[in-house]
Structure formats: C-alpha cells, structure tokens
C-alpha cells in the first residue's frame, strides 16, 4: 500500500522558517519525481514545486510565490522529501500535501501568525 | 502570470452526464500540456483520476474520462452517481514534459449532484 506521510508543520511568526517532511512507503520512492501541493484554508489548490528523481537529474522547480523563500529535497536512503520553507509569510498558511502525482499524503498544517 | 481557468460551478441530475473544461490562458492546451485532473471531497485528500489528459488509474471509474475539447482539457463524467459530488481540480505542466517547469492548478469545480 502506497502511503504518504507528511510532518513538521506547525505555527511560525513571519519571517520564521519551517521544514516539512512526507515519508514515503509503498512504491520506489527513488525513482519518483515527487512534488509539494498546498491549499489555504476554503481555497483551491496551488503547485508549489518540484523535484525529479536523482536520475532524471534531480532539478527542482518552484511556483513564482515561493522561489526563491522555499527548497525542496529529497534524501532517497531515507524514502524521505524535504520542504524548507524561510522568510514565511502570512499568506504561506496552508494545509501542504506531498504528492508522488498518483498518490497524495494527508498534509501537514503551517500557520504564519505573529 | 499564467492563469488555468475552471468551471466555478456545475450541477447534474445522477445518471446525467457532464463535461467540465481546463482552460490556459497562454492559449489552446494541448497534449503536450499533460493535463491531470483530480478529484477532492470535503475534509479529504485529493485524488488522482487522470494523468496526461486520458489516461486512467486503476482506481478511476469507468464513468470518468479526460480529453482534449476545443482547445481546452476536458473531464466528462458519464451516468453520474451521487457520490461523485466534489470538488474537481485540473492541473497543467508548463514546460513540455510530464511534470515540466512549471505546474498550475486551474481554480477548481464544484460539482453538485441534484
């Protein structure tokens, strides 16, 4: 079974960082091209960004909101997808699924508030 | 700023059929836009239906279909069943491959089963 588990969310000030975790079991993780999807609270969904596996070449790409403030990594020893999120702003709060396209995890709550 | 336009809304009658629509604003979306389309309902996760415009997960029911339409992506659902009442979201890549440069969820359509 195809799980996606994702931590490390929480409540930061602005200008705070973050990082989330997803944890990925189930399928091989290292040859999945895995992205971060978030969604504020009533609203649609928005693309966050991308990494390719390690064999493809392993590039990230980024939605125009977030390049620059947040990084995505993947450690593939550890089945695990990293998203470093700094310089957070208030409209960064959102609900932040993992998702490998087909499979998608829970989410993981982040709230900016001072 | 690209923008991929949704449906906000739509209805139909159970055992009715619909078509709702995924729209670029750069122009006609065509394959190589790999359109995905997903499905939300309250409270949950999304879930994948479609990958790269038609083709289907094992899980998509048969009453589900992608397409291309009139210069737009396209999910028509067939003999529609009251559970199918959710939230629809298309997503297309921006950058010529699966997962390309740069992702972009269209707003997303509520469908409403009457």
């Known amino acids: 079974e195809v799980q996606l588990v994702e931590s490390g969310g929480g409540l930061v000030k602005p200008g705070g960082s973050l990082r989330l975790s997803c944890v990925a079991s189930g399928f091989t993780f290292t040859n999945a091209w895995m992205s971060w999807v978030r969604q504020a609270p009533g609203k649609g969904l928005e693309w966050v960004g991308r990494i390719k596996s390690k064999s493809d070449g392993g590039a990230t790409d980024y939605a125009a909101p977030v390049k620059g403030r947040f990084t995505i990594a993947r450690d593939d020893s550890a089945n695990t997808l990293y998203l470093q999120m700094n310089s957070l702003k208030i409209e960064d709060r959102a609900l932040y699924y993992c998702?490998?396209?087909?499979?998608w995890g829970q989410g993981t709550l982040v709230t900016v508030s001072s | 700023q690209t923008v991929v336009t949704q449906e906000p809304s739509l209805t139909v009658s159970p055992g009715g059929t619909v078509t709702l629509t995924c729209a670029s604003s750069?122009?006609?979306?065509?394959?190589?836009?790999?359109a995905d389309w997903f499905q939300q309902k309250p409270g949950q996760a999304p879930r994948a239906l479609i990958f790269?415009?038609?083709n289907k997960y094992s899980w998509t029911p048969a009453r589900f279909s992608g397409s291309l339409l009139g210069g737009k992506a396209a999910l028509t659902l067939s003999g529609v069943q009251p559970e199918d009442e959710a939230d629809y979201y298309c997503?297309?890549?921006?950058?010529?491959?699966?997962?390309?440069?740069?992702?972009?969820f269209g707003g997303g359509t509520k469908l409403t089963v009457l």
């Open positions: 790269s415009t038609s």
């Open positions: 998702t490998s396209r087909n499979h």
């Open positions: 750069t122009g006609a979306v065509t394959s190589d836009y790999y």
């Open positions: 997503l297309l890549y921006y950058g010529g491959v699966p997962g390309g440069s740069q992702g972009v």
